[in-house]
């Protein structure tokens, strides 16, 4: 692989599609974002889709691409790179997502899970460089799992493994947006965050946000519960640390299940710094075996939002080895 | 490797060290037990279990055996054949297990933790076999947890891994021998299924357990409990229910983690039958993804008390490959 060539990684989000060229070093140039919120259809999704990656080959020139690797929500088969059913995009169930962009791109195209492909991304060129078995979490609109063993994706037996965010933490807690009680992302999402943020502020607890807000708690955000916590807003914070032990519990188990080398933990959330990760090693020390926690490491991810698109292109080559 | 020669497989107990002859078919013979229940030293054990070694090896004919594997509890590291430290066994601390049986016994031996020796046997010969992904959960003394993914052991970064048995459950739950609070082992495992009982009884429930125990409810076992639940009583049938739903927790939750296509369960207590796995089922169906649970079966081990003995053996041969 020379220099010169790159393969187009793909993010597809609830919002918006990304794409970009990802070099052999995981740089990436030629950045372009397309909304796909509104889109009515699966069809409509997928033109948009792409769109986006045709403009980013476009910035190249075709013989510089060597193929596309797409990240997306859901539930994916990676041998046939099928997307079985994707929360949030319409109309997508039993989609051949792969054949039809490889068809209408006339380039091949690798498709992978969204939480898989970031985990790729740290792995490969980020936070979890050179580590062979870790686990990483993602705190966003869900929370999104990976677990690397043996440097690869974990996929299970028919292809869902990786679902931290879907360990029950609270037995009988609130009710995820998977159906099941007591999830972690139930406390440790974004909007999750966001949510325990509003109920305190409705039981009346005084707190900043009740100002930033405007007396509206429906507008709180997780981002704003994370800038209130910082500024030492006590409410933000018990936000904060509640959702950093419930994830700490989580840490706890899956250490003494997988005793993984290193976590590392992504989204918007994790700017609150130790607000987060404090919780979760007093949880660790807590709960898991000394023997297994004496080797762990806990870190923030590394590539923000890119490492999804990073990881897509990364799981592109890794699924297509070159001859040479 | 002929159908005459066998490999000794040593199981080693809290109470009993057990050994037989294990031919290339996972059939046993000439089963050895001594008592190893109030030895003083970690002296004390090795020369029981060496005792126990030598009485199986001499109703073969040293000619005949071709290795002795032991499974242990604690943290072992494979490679090594080391115990880093094993609880109830006093003064098993970085014990060369390995090298000292090999020097005494002079004879090739190899070193495996009791859970994953009998996860071993039952991926061989039991209920587990051949299946490529699988969790075997042992409620015993403790709960005991290993996880075989592509047909092996997963033994983690630092050999710690598969301790289903110390998953938080309960946030805040009752303390586990391990110091944490709410682990599963601190719900299913026998003597936490007794206590359960007794805390029921004390509560001046009414229950056959009353009579059986006659007044002290320090007498009542797992088996009781069992017992009485399958003739019935509610009490017992409740202890059992939340026991299984506990277990069920955590099975929906693996489930979800590492979407294995099989749990099995093992221990006295699974001679309750639907009175456990009906709730660990109910759980399951509460809490995993139904992709993931649609592949998934939930059976009861197979091979009883010799899983491990069996599965030591095995771990000896898979260790040591023959050259043919």
Redesign the interface.
């Known amino acids: 692989m020379t220099q010169d060539r790159v393969v187009i990684g793909v993010d597809l989000g609830g919002t918006n599609v990304r794409c970009a060229g990802v070099d052999d070093k995981g740089r990436i140039s030629h950045h372009t974002k397309l909304s796909v919120a509104g889109s009515a259809s699966a069809e409509a999704v997928v033109a948009r889709i792409v769109d986006c990656i045709s403009r980013t080959m476009d910035g190249y020139g075709r013989n510089r691409v060597m193929g596309v690797g797409v990240g997306t929500p859901g539930?994916i088969i990676a041998e046939t790179g099928t997307v079985?059913y994707a929360p949030n995009v319409p109309g997508w169930t039993d989609l051949p997502l792969r054949d039809i962009l490889e068809e209408r791109l006339k380039i091949p195209v690798e498709i992978e899970n969204d939480a898989n492909a970031a985990a790729i991304g740290e792995h490969w060129v980020g936070a979890g460089r050179g580590v062979?078995?870790l686990i990483c979490i993602t705190l966003g609109t869900g929370v999104g799992?990976a677990?690397i063993?043996n440097d690869q994706i974990?996929?299970?037996?028919?292809?869902?493994?990786?679902?931290?965010g879907?360990?029950?933490?609270?037995?009988d807690g609130v009710i995820c947006g998977?159906g099941?009680?007591g999830?972690l992302e139930a406390y440790a999402s974004a909007p999750a965050i966001a949510r325990q943020a509003r109920e305190a502020l409705r039981a009346g607890v005084q707190s900043r946000l009740t100002t930033w807000c405007d007396g509206n708690p429906e507008t709180i955000t997780s981002a704003m519960v994370a800038q209130a916590a910082e500024e030492g807003d006590p409410v933000a914070q018990a936000v904060m640390h509640r959702a950093g032990t419930?994830l700490g519990?989580a840490v706890?188990?899956?250490t003494?299940?997988?005793?993984?080398?290193l976590f590392v933990i992504g989204g918007g959330v994790i700017n609150a710094g130790d607000l987060i990760f404090k919780p979760i090693w007093d949880e660790i020390h807590?709960?898991?075996?000394k023997?297994?926690a004496?080797?762990l490491r806990v870190v923030p991810a590394a590539l923000g939002d890119d490492a999804g698109l990073i990881g897509a292109a990364r799981n592109f080559t890794l699924s297509r080895p070159s001859p040479s």
Chains 1, 2 share one sequence.
């Open positions: 539930l079985v062979r078995h799992g677990i063993l974990w996929r299970g037996a028919n292809g869902a493994g990786g679902e931290v879907h360990t029950t933490v609270i037995e998977c099941a009680p999830c419930l519990v706890a188990s899956l003494n299940l997988l005793n993984p080398e807590r709960r898991a075996y023997w297994s004496s080797i």
